[in-house]
């Protein structure tokens, strides 16, 4: 185990290298002075030079790209051109709440995705089988902008069973402050029984998570029913049937075990998907993640902070693909020998 | 352990582990911010009797810098009702009105003005205004240097003359009261907690509200809470909270507008604007911005240096299509100044003429039966007005055997990308950091070496000079200088064909119908001034 764990450790390492090279690179290559954002759009050639100076934007581009890397190890991420603040501090205001729904989301999408996986898989080709085939199908190819809309407009603005936006109740900042542990809302007001901005979050968490989970929902659906199906021509699966298991039995008994090891491999993949595609989710639900803040920065042009969101969501990706190997290995040791 | 049971702990050993390095450690969030206004011992009880919060629904960040010296962002809306200038400009009298000056006066030609501080007024912070603590704010400003500080580039010397007499010294003739009146820049604070502004847990102004909290980053970012001792009083009905609800989606906003749950939306799409308008609860409120669009022709090189090349493209703009199609989110605008500002001027309407504008054409060399004129054109990316005008001028030019290249750019690509001459149309929105049209002039079109917004490129000694002239008549004859902007405006789009204007930029608000006393004031982009709210509820 401690060399799986080390090979896979720098193998993430050379990834997130990758990263922050190109990262670099792309931000560099694009066209338009950076020191504009800080400046201001009617920025005077002085203020635009005092602000290039500031930044090092004169400096020679691998000069630039050594500073960055000295920086980013030192734990400077640098400071955003828009908001003035150090990158880090802001993607730690940011991120949590991103993670919040995201957790929540893939937690659904979990919870939801296998079971149905399974059902689909046991009645294969009947009509379980093609309602969830048919259904999840369609959750995966629904754009998340327009879904995101219409649950919003028909269980917030007509049914008014949901809150239309936030993360919970501002009101609550003053009738109930929050303290707070580990900046993750649903989280905190868990630890410290805070619970009315606990119920607060978790009912605007609804319809955010319900939109950012549908797409991981579907795809874990079909890849446990597929997986499933194919460990059921497996010579164990004859021996169990022979041996007068019942299929429900074979299914969650001895299929399901190996069965998960690409599922697993699929919720890393996703994890980093939903993150992004949550920016846009956020947007439309107000929720104060990263999403507001990677597109602010984008259309500001704030190179640091876009580098910033960019790093994390590849960190992100990387520790999630690492958690997965190694839950893969606990579950799974054949894993661990390849 | 079984497999499943392995799987479990691994969990929440992650869970536990992600947890513990996310953690911040115990802080309550929205400290530094009051508790509930009723525990208020300083609030008087008829004040009391409007307890409702005032939510205004932005669509970006609301504060990006704190310093009121430097400040030059989306924060001018919180800033306006936390920070007071000297004076504060009406667009409907055209005037600069009293705010911290009662009253002023210019002597030497528009170069030496005095101002007459307001008694009464002291900070958030509890010193008291007067020339001495005013004169340092505004040298502060100046020499901090960022943001709009270039307004007060004029001033030479100022003098406390006496505990509240104020007095300019400049190098040139400028309306200094109008400058003073600027939203950007032009802010008096109690320069002694100066450096203690950046995290946004106190303020140093004079105005009607003070910071209660400042959660960057969160759904309602900004709460303002009434300053007691505002020298403008209190009355019940007015809002003594504020609170700033940061929403991107146009149509969450107008989701959260018809629940009550917000009471003002700086804009909506022309569809929702329209429903607005006959939604119960609900009203709107649309005037012209001090906001307009310019089509800024490459005079020094390429096809449009032939000036009949320019004039045919200012006569190929379909100037009513456009503001029948942009729906009243703008409107069609009388030459470069916008109305409500001194040197507007009607009859410069601009008008399509396909019909001349292919004569034109065909003096130049170019038409459907000659040689095709190839052009390029950047424009804002992301701005759908702008696309909109470049669709419908694409298709017109296209009769005209005119083919418009058009590439949307990020400011700074395209600014940088201009400053080399690098398009033969560059299209950009103008506004003033004060109420005054000076800057279409000056900034746009004075001859530059180096151009940094003369993006036309127009080189003309006589409009310099004319340019030049006209701070200190605007300081001194106001009618004499708005005669010389007239005058400025024909040789500019007439003579020299070196703009067109497609349109103004109208703002559409739309706001709770209980709320009363609402005014837009385009000299300050997007600002409610809320001491001035009350509601009807």
């Keep these: 185990m401690p060399r799986y764990l080390t090979r896979r450790l720098g193998q993430a390492f050379l990834v997130v290298a990758g990263v922050v090279a190109l990262t670099f690179v ?20 002085e203020q635009l030079a005092a602000a290039r100076e500031r930044f090092g934007l004169d400096d020679p581009l691998p000069v630039q790209l050594w500073n960055y890397v000295r920086d980013l190890v030192t734990g400077d991420w640098g400071t955003s051109l828009r908001t003035r603040q150090p990158v880090l501090d802001d993607l730690f205001q940011a991120f949590p709440a991103s993670l919040e729904l995201v957790g929540a989301a893939l937690l659904l999408a979990i919870v939801v995705g296998v079971p149905v996986g399974v059902l689909a898989a046991r009645y294969k080709a009947k ?99 597929a997986a499933l199906i194919e460990e059921a021509g497996q010579d164990h699966t004859r021996l169990e049937r022979a041996l007068g298991f019942t299929e429900t039995s074979i299914l ?79 579950v799974d040791p054949r894993a661990r020998a390849r | 352990m079984r497999w499943h049971k392995r799987l479990l702990v691994a969990g929440v050993t992650g869970a536990v582990v992600l ?30 009797a409007n307890d409702a919060t005032f939510v205004y629904a932005p669509n970006l960040d609301v504060v990006t810098d704190w310093d009121p010296a430097s400040s030059y962002s989306n924060e001018i809306v919180a800033m306006s009702n936390i920070y007071e200038g000297l004076t504060r400009y009406n667009a409907e009298s055209q005037k600069p009105e009293p705010r911290l000056a009662t009253e002023w006066s210019s002597a030497a030609g528009g170069k030496e003005w005095t101002f007459k501080l307001r008694e009464g007024v002291t900070f958030h912070t509890g010193a008291k205004l007067d020339a001495e603590a005013a004169k340092k704010a505004i040298e502060r400003t100046i020499k901090t240097n960022a943001g709009a500080a270039y307004i007060w580039a004029a001033v030479d010397k100022i003098d406390a003359v006496d505990a509240s007499t104020l007095k300019f010294t400049l190098k040139y003739a400028v309306p200094l009261d109008l400058i003073a009146s600027s939203g950007y820049a032009a802010y008096i604070y109690d320069t002694a907690v100066a450096d203690k502004l950046e995290k946004g847990e106190i303020d140093a102004g004079t105005g009607p509200y003070t910071i209660d909290s400042w959660q960057k980053g969160k759904e309602t970012e900004l709460t303002l809470k009434a300053y007691e001792d505002y020298w403008g009083g209190w009355k019940p009905e007015q809002y003594r909270k504020v609170a700033f609800r940061v929403t991107p989606e146009i149509t969450t906003a107008w989701q959260l507008l018809q629940k009550g749950e917000v009471n003002f939306v700086q804009r909506l799409n022309p569809q929702l604007f329209e429903q607005a308008g006959m939604t119960e609860g609900v009203r709107t409120a649309q005037r012209p911005s001090f906001q307009n669009l310019l089509m800024l022709f490459n005079t020094a ?96 030019l296209k009769q005209l055997n005119v083919t418009l290249q058009a590439k949307p750019m990020a400011w700074n690509a395209q600014w940088d990308l201009g400053k080399k001459q690098g398009q033969d149309v560059f299209v950009m929105y103008w506004y003033p950091d004060y109420a005054d049209a000076f800057s279409w002039f000056f900034n746009v079109f004075r001859s530059a070496d180096k151009p940094q917004f003369n993006l036309s490129y127009l080189k003309n000694a006589a409009i310099d000079k004319a340019i030049d002239a006209l701070p200190e008549l605007s300081a001194t004859d106001p009618l004499a200088a708005s005669q010389a902007y007239t005058d400025l405006q024909k040789k500019i789009i007439q003579d020299e064909a070196a703009v067109a204007v497609p349109y103004v930029q109208t703002y559409q608000r739309a706001l709770s119908a209980d709320v009363q006393g609402y005014t837009d004031n385009p000299a300050y982009p997007n600002v409610v001034f809320f001491h001035e709210l009350s509601s009807a509820g």
Excluded at chain 1, 30 to 45: E, I, L, N
Excluded at chain 1, 171 to 194: F, Q
Excluded at chain 2, 376 to 385: H, I, P, R, S
Aim: charged share 15%; glycine share 10%; with cysteine.
């Design chain 1, 127 to 225: 009509f379980p089988d093609l309602g969830v085939r048919v259904t999840s199908m369609l959750v995966v190819s629904v754009p998340v902008f327009w879904l995101a809309l219409t649950l919003q407009t028909v269980f917030a603005g007509h049914l008014d069973w949901f809150p239309v936006a936030g993360e919970y109740d501002r009101v609550l900042d003053t009738t109930s402050p929050l303290t707070l542990w580990t900046n993750i809302t649903i989280v905190d007001a868990l630890i410290t029984g805070n619970w009315p901005i606990f119920t607060s979050t978790l009912e605007h968490l609804v319809l955010p998570t319900l939109v950012v989970a549908a797409y991981p929902m579907g795809v874990i659906a079909q890849m446990t029913r």
């Design chain 1, 252 to 330: 969650t008994r001895f299929s399901l075990r190996p069965a998960l090891g690409p599922v697993l491999s699929l919720i890393a993949l996703v994890f980093a998907y939903a993150i992004v595609n949550g920016f846009l989710v956020e947007a439309v639900f107000n929720w104060p993640g990263l999403g507001r803040y990677a597109v602010q920065s984008i259309s500001h042009a704030d190179t640091p902070a876009i580098a910033g969101v960019t790093l994390l969501v590849a960190v992100m990706y990387v520790v999630a693909n690492l958690v997965v190997d190694v839950l893969q290995g606990v």
């Design chain 2, 301 to 396: 090189a390429g096809p449009a240096k032939d000036v009949k090349v320019r004039q045919a493209l200012q006569l190929a703009v379909d100037y009513d299509g456009l503001t029948a199609a942009l729906k009243g989110a703008g409107q069609k605008g009388s030459g470069l100044v916008p109305q409500g500002l001194l040197g507007h001027s009607s009859g410069l309407e601009p008008k399509q003429d396909l019909a001349r504008a292919q004569e034109l054409l065909a003096e130049a060399g170019y038409g459907p039966d000659l040689k095709e004129l190839k052009l390029t054109l950047t424009y804002a990316q992301g701005d759908e007005d702008q696309k909109l005008l470049v669709t419908l001028l694409s298709t017109t």
């Design chain 2, 19 to 48: 947890a513990a390095s996310a953690c911040a450690g115990g802080q309550v969030r929205g400290a530094g911010g009051t508790p509930q206004p009723s525990g208020s011992t300083t609030q008087s009880a008829a004040a009391q």
């Design chain 1, 26 to 45: 792309i931000m560099r290559v694009v066209p338009g002075d950076p020191a504009v954002a800080f400046a201001g759009p009617k920025a005077t050639p």
